[in-house]
């Protein structure tokens, strides 16, 4: 692959931000491209255990790097991705690889979890199961430590699946977590007919939690309402010390975000887990 290769997927990165159709396939064959030439990669983000100060586990987030170019993030092409398809390809790498890195640090001494992003389509496809199944044989991960994040509009698009689903998941040994929860505009009836096991409070309502007393309470609420359930629940979007300070007092279990660690690429997270796990 040349230079020029690489600044040309970036330059038609650039070029989709006009949406038009034409702009729209020339970053569709760029994403195919890149996922052929393997350039995409995973940071991982720590999750802190609030009551023990014990790191448990990492979150798998998806990253473009062109060659010769800035990293992009997901936010600018993941929606396309799920909107060609491309996003089945290209979750089956992330899940693939996310369970071998996670296989290597508990071979490594280091007994953490992983969550993975599953996007709508992904959880929409009858075979997520055995694709699920096999890479767990494959990669020879304990399914005890694969989470799967899923936000609640991915789960309500089509309840009566998605709870044959999830049920079919757990019998894989796998945990299920609700990402961004509260943002979105499902009923809550959900919660005690699926077997969820974590909820994730959306970053929305923990950033400015010290100075917003109305996100403060909204906060506690989904505390209470998770412990209330018997689930389990994170805050992400933990940015300083005040923030944790107030989950601890409301009894979170978890936190996640810039004040616990931000996302790394593979060499740095092993730092961090060498110094804040063992
Ligand atoms: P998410 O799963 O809710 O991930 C949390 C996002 O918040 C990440 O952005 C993370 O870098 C960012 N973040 C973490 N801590 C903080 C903090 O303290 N402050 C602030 N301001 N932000 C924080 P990122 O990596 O850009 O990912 C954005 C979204 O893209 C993710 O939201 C997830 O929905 C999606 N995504 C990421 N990786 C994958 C993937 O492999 N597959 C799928 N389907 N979606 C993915
Ligand atoms: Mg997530
Ligand atoms: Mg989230
Ligand atoms: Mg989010």
């Known amino acids: 692959r040349s230079k020029e290769q690489g600044r040309n997927s970036f330059r038609f990165f650039n070029k989709v931000m006009k949406e038009s ?9 760029s994403l195919r491209q890149a996922l052929e030439n ?9 999750k802190l255990n609030i009551k023990t100060s014990a ?27 799920e909107e060609t398809g491309l996003i089945i390809p290209m979750g089956e790498w992330v899940l693939r690889e996310a369970c071998k890195q996670c296989k290597m640090w508990h071979d490594a ?4 979890t992983v969550s993975v992003n599953l996007s709508a389509q992904q959880f929409q496809k009858h075979d997520l199961t055995e ?27 089509e309840p009566k ?26 009923s809550l009836s959900y919660l005690n007919q699926f077997p969820i096991d974590t909820l994730k409070i959306d970053r929305s309502f923990i950033n400015d939690a010290h100075e917003n007393e109305a996100n403060q309470a909204i906060a506690a609420a989904i505390i209470s309402l998770a412990h209330g359930l018997g689930l389990g629940v994170v805050a992400e979007g933990v940015e300083n010390e005040e923030q944790l300070r107030f989950l601890k007092l409301k009894q979170c279990d978890a936190a996640q975000g810039y004040f616990v660690g931000k996302p790394m690429g593979e060499e740095l997270i092993l730092d961090y887990i060498k110094k804040n796990t063992g």
């Open 109 to 112: 001494g280091y007994p953490l």
């Open 38 to 46: 393997n350039e995409f990669i995973l940071h991982y983000q720590p």
């Open 161 to 186: 699946q998605a709870a044959y689903m999830l049920q079919q998941l757990k019998e894989l040994g796998v945990s299920i977590s609700i990402d961004d929860f509260g943002t979105g505009f499902s």
């Open 21 to 29: 159709a034409k702009k729209r396939m020339e970053m569709e064959i």
């Open 55 to 81: 790191v448990y586990g990492m979150e798998a987030l998806i990253r473009w790097q062109p060659e010769d170019s800035k990293l992009i993030y997901p936010g600018q092409f993941i929606e396309l991705a």
């Open 131 to 157: 694709l699920i199944a096999k890479i767990i044989v494959e990669t020879g991960l304990n399914p005890d430590a694969l989470e799967l994040e899923l936000t609640e509009s991915t789960v309500m698009k």
